[in-house]
T-cell receptor
Framework: GQNIDQPTEMTATEGAIVQINCTYQ??????LFWYQQHAGEAPTFLSY????GLEEKGRFSSFLSRSKGYSYLLLKELQMKDSASYLC????????????FGTGTRLLVSP | GAVVSQHPSRVICKSGTSVKIECRSL??????MFWYRQFPKQSLMLMAT?????????EQGVEKDKFLINHASLTLSTLTVTSAHPEDSSFYIC???????????????FGDGTRLSIL
């Protein structure tokens, strides 16, 4: 089995920086994804980490520590359109490489 | 980039009806597709893994006789919700990946989802 935990909700102000944490426990690990999902829409891919360290992609960065079972998504220069749910997902190194999602974090960006 | 098409986008039907949802990979072949269900304000829950040419693999607690999955070709998987009831109302999303992660593969790409409402 596996547990993937994230804070349920977060709020931040436009222009600010926000960090969304994700902790996981899983048997077998082959990488961690972050997805963004607006209400009523499908998730869209943001980042993928399989090695320890920081991956930077524009305003978004993602960090992974495999030994700690921990990741975070860092969003800089927040914009109103960043209000969405952010989903942490772990892929297992077995079988069909199923992608299993965490509880998701709803981020509200206010003016 | 890779595109996954899901149809229909919305279904409203009476209790007891069976509903079929299609998931197609448009520009790549997918030997494996995944079906998820999402309730309001909750995350995606993996229901089953659809395998081309063989039986689907269901997650614990998902009734395989209730949610029939057929992966008839390398580009098409279908999910049929049989004898649907109001508690089956949810957002159903499929996803597919061209190659396995770690083999130069891409992340999973998701269809636009199907909002199922059972009256």
């Amino acid at each position: 089995g596996q547990n993937i935990d994230q804070p349920t909700e977060m709020t931040a102000t436009e222009g600010a920086i926000v960090q969304i944490n994700c902790t996981y426990q899983t048997s077998g690990f082959n990488g961690l994804f972050w997805y963004q999902q607006h209400a009523g829409e499908a998730p869209t891919f943001l980042s993928y980490n399989v090695l320890d360290g920081l991956e930077e992609k524009g305003r978004f960065s993602s960090f992974l520590s495999r030994s700690k079972g921990y990741s975070y998504l860092l969003l800089k220069e927040l914009q109103m359109k960043d209000s969405a749910s952010y989903l942490c997902a772990v892929i297992r190194a077995t079988g069909f490489q199923k992608l299993v999602f965490g509880t998701g974090t709803r981020l509200l960006v206010s003016p | 980039g890779a595109v996954v098409s899901q149809h229909p986008s919305r279904v409203i039907c009476k209790s007891g009806t069976s509903v079929k949802i299609e998931c197609r990979s448009l520009d790549f072949q997918a030997t494996t597709m995944f079906w998820y269900r999402q309730f309001p304000k909750q995350s995606l829950m993996l229901m089953a893994t659809s395998n081309e040419g063989s039986k689907a693999t269901y997650e614990q607690g998902v009734e395989k006789d209730k949610f029939l999955i057929n992966h008839a070709s390398l580009t098409l998987s279908t999910l049929t919700v049989t004898s649907a009831h109001p508690e089956d109302s949810s957002f159903y999303i499929c996803s597919a990946r061209e190659k396995a992660v770690g083999q130069g593969g891409q992340p999973q790409h998701f269809g636009d989802g199907t909002r199922l409402s059972i009256l």
